[in-house]
């Protein structure tokens, strides 16, 4: 039995300003903390005690040069059901003829 190929999925992924990263971080409705851990990204202690993530932070910053890469925003628009075009789905969910 062969399996059936598809073609690759091809998404538009352009790297998000700070602003719209902070726009799909609030509507999300997420803390830069909990979206960086979402992300993969380093968490660390404050230095006023509450956790942080100075690499969120930097990302959302205007002044700051570092973007977020376009492949990565787009992880983030589909972890949170923010895509505009696709969604996550489970394949044990899908039932495929």
Same mark, same amino acid.
């Given at each position: ?15 998000? @300003?700070?602003?719209? =990263? ?5 509507? %999300?409705?997420? &803390? ?7 992300? +993969? ?5 404050? @230095?006023?005690?509450? =956790? ?5 932070? %930097?990302?959302? &910053? ?7 890469? +376009? ?5 983030f ?9 696709h ?11």
């Open positions: 039995m062969t399996q059936a190929t598809t073609a690759p999925l091809v998404l538009h992924m352009p790297a998000p @300003s700070a602003s719209e =990263l902070k726009a799909a971080r609030i509507a %999300a409705g997420l &803390s830069q903390v909990q979206a960086a851990e979402l992300m +993969g990204y380093p968490v660390q202690q404050g @230095s006023r005690g509450g =956790l942080q993530s100075r690499t969120w932070q %930097a990302l959302e &910053s205007e002044t700051d040069e570092r973007t977020m890469q +376009g492949p990565v925003f787009a992880m628009l589909l972890l949170t059901g923010q895509h505009p075009t969604a996550l789905a489970d394949k044990a969910l899908i039932s495929v003829s």
